[in-house]
């Protein structure tokens, strides 16, 4: 893999999170493959990211390397994460607890609020795990501060909630529970992995919308993983756009949702109904390819609609167009049909 | 909650009923009955004489009306004089009981301790030889009868120059040298129960690791302690509760011939001697006792789970 050149080598200094050319591979008994190969991305303090892809795209690993919660078998195997300007990509368990990079310093919110709440222990005891990160508390300081958080997060009866179990809460409640958890630890970056996927759509708006404020008042660096582009337009200043385990597509919202440019982000954005009566919603045909075979070349090729001989052949790498974009396509003067 | 508890223990008498017709009726068909042991003894047995005795301690008349006598003065709470001895069985038992509930207590600690204890190593250090050696101690254990282990024991004991202090003192009265009478029978029974306790606790825990809110726990910060033995072990161990409820009764059973080997005169030394002498009221007590105290050690386990999971609590409210 050749050499790129850094996106924007200021912009990605001063960057609270900097991912850099990260492939990651999970391997066991039955061989290894890779399903995250050159991921580039970085997050400003203040700053929120959508990460936007299919499912299998990686867009999901990606944050969990940032974490470094892969779980068994996985491993960074190229580039390197920076948080704050440490370099944070091979540190264990143990020094991630030691630095705060689990809880104080990057929060989480999970894709299912059901199962990320543990079931036999009541809301103010997780609630209280969090806390602890910042300070040594008292209970009735832990109780008055877990009391604040659920009433932030917008739970009735904060204070009764504090001792129910995560089953007698409604799923829209959980979540609010789960973003209260990851941000009463204080964090400077809150990664969402696909935060309302498992809730109603009646809730989903209600909890973007909740995520969106609090990043906002309190200041957070926020990386939100969706395959929502609803979601990217109402989070987020800047996206990145990720096919099979790559970057394709990089830029500021109203880039991307104006004039994307790579032929990926372009058919996604097409397969978006409208809600205009009566019009057509252009599906993509096929999925994305599995990490066991991947395409030769440009990786979007067999799908791509505009894909010419070369593209089957020469590996496109991240380009950056300009200052906020980037690009990996080997058509980067793509017709703007 | 309460309701729950009701129910139970209604269903509880149901088995102890059950348990004292099956004991009641089952050692009548054993051949031999006490009568021609106690005869046999004394070395003169004729027709007439047999008969004579058999009147005497009311086994000539007909089962039913046996059943009835008897049953009818343990709901009243006697159980009746021994035929052997003429002692009241409710002393017996009483002064068996001390020992046997002292021992399996004592051998639950130990097994439960070490059994999870193992179980939850093995599950955290999956794939290692800490693994492999627990997995394979474990099936020994499992298939080593007790009896075997219990002799083995002694056998070791003696072979090192250590032999068990005697004759056996309630712990009440010497509590050392109980202690070192009852920790070798304890253990030997404990191992078994740990055993079992070890494999059902790894795979629990293989599962909970895997779980999500194991994940968003250590992403929030908690220590690795906090994440296995709290959120891990809670979530785990419904079904070990379940295993160690039964492996309770296993475990009584393991101590009638532990008692009978390491010389404990407890519940078990006395249904083995009325077992010999065909003395039925207290082979029919002591089997009621060890039906009772199983009743009540899986009624304490279904009560737990209610401790560990808020939703079985809330179900049964």
């Known amino acids: 893999m050749p050499l790129q050149p850094s996106l924007d080598a200021a912009s990605a200094r001063s960057a609270l999170l900097a991912v850099e050319n990260v492939a990651v591979t999970y391997s066991n008994r039955s061989g290894s493959h890779e399903v995250c190969s050159d991921v580039t991305l970085s997050v400003g303090r203040g700053e929120a990211l959508a990460v936007i892809g299919e499912s299998g795209s990686g867009k999901s690993v990606t944050v969990l390397a940032v974490t470094g919660l892969l779980g068994a078998g996985g491993t960074i195997t190229q580039g390197s994460i920076r948080f704050d300007g440490e370099d944070i990509t091979r540190l264990d368990d143990r020094e991630r607890r030691r630095r705060g990079l689990r809880g104080r310093r990057i929060g989480m919110i999970f894709q299912n609020p059901s199962r990320a709440l543990d079931p036999v222990f009541t809301i103010g005891q997780q609630l209280n795990e969090a806390l602890r990160q910042t300070d040594r508390f008292s209970q009735p300081e832990l109780r008055r501060k877990g009391t604040d958080w659920l009433r932030h997060v917008g739970l009735p009866d904060p204070e009764e909630a504090l001792d129910r179990y995560p089953h007698q809460l409604s799923g829209g409640q959980r979540q609010r529970v789960m973003i209260a958890i990851a941000l009463a630890s204080e964090p400077d970056l809150l990664i969402a992995d696909e935060p309302t996927t498992a809730l109603d759509v009646t809730i989903q708006a209600q909890v973007l919308g909740l995520i969106r404020r609090l990043q906002r008042e309190l200041g957070l660096a926020l990386v939100i993983v969706t395959h929502d582009f609803g979601v990217v337009a109402a989070m987020a200043d800047r996206v990145a756009v990720m096919y099979a385990g790559q970057v394709v597509e990089t830029g500021t919202v109203d880039e991307i949702i104006r004039a994307p440019r790579h032929p990926y982000t372009r058919a996604l954005m097409a397969s978006l109904p409208t809600g205009i009566p009566g019009t057509r919603v252009t599906a993509l045909p096929g999925s994305v390819p599995s990490a066991r075979s991947m395409p030769s070349g440009c990786r979007f090729h067999p799908r791509c609609p505009v894909a010419v001989p070369a593209c089957s052949v020469t590996r496109p790498v991240l380009d950056s167009l300009s200052e906020s974009r980037a690009m990996r396509c080997l058509l980067e003067e793509a017709p703007a049909s | ?317």
């Open chain 2, 1 to 317: 909650m309460l309701t729950f508890a009701l129910r139970r223990a209604i269903l509880g008498l149901l088995v102890l009923a059950t348990v004292a017709v099956l004991v009641f009726v089952a050692f009548r068909f054993v051949p031999g009955d006490i009568v021609n042991r106690q005869l046999e003894e004394a070395g003169a047995v004729t027709p007439a004489l047999l008969a004579e005795k058999r009147a005497q301690l009311g086994l000539d008349e007909p089962l039913p009306v046996q059943f009835y006598n008897w049953i009818s003065g343990v709901a009243a709470g006697d159980l009746g004089k021994s035929l052997w001895s003429g002692r009241m069985v409710s002393d017996q038992i009483g002064a068996a009981l001390a020992p046997t509930l002292q021992l399996s207590v004592l051998a639950i600690l130990i097994g439960g301790i070490l059994g999870i204890g193992a179980g939850v190593a093995a599950a955290l250090w999956r794939g290692t030889p800490v693994d492999m050696v627990l997995r394979v101690a474990s099936t020994v254990f499992l298939a080593v009868p007790q009896l075997w282990l219990g002799l083995l024991t002694l056998t070791a004991l003696a072979a090192i120059g250590y032999f068990i202090p005697l004759p056996y003192r309630g712990f009440t009265a010497a509590p050392l040298l109980n202690l070192q009478q009852v920790v070798f029978p304890a253990a030997v029974l404990a191992l078994g129960v740990a055993a079992a306790l070890s494999r059902l606790t790894r795979s629990a825990m293989l599962e909970v690791v895997g779980a999500d809110f194991i994940r968003a726990a250590h992403a929030r910060g908690v220590s690795p302690s906090g994440v296995y033995l709290r959120h891990g072990l809670k979530n785990a161990l419904i079904p070990v509760l379940t295993l160690l409820g039964t492996q309770f009764g296993n475990l009584l059973s393991g101590t009638v011939i532990i008692e009978r080997i390491f010389n404990i005169p407890g519940l078990g030394n006395l249904l083995f001697e009325s077992v010999a002498n065909r003395d039925y009221p207290v082979i029919q007590a002591a089997v009621l006792t060890y039906g009772l105290i199983t009743i009540l050690v899986n009624l304490a386990v279904d009560l737990s789970y209610g401790l560990v999971d808020p939703r079985i609590r809330e179900a049964r409210a």
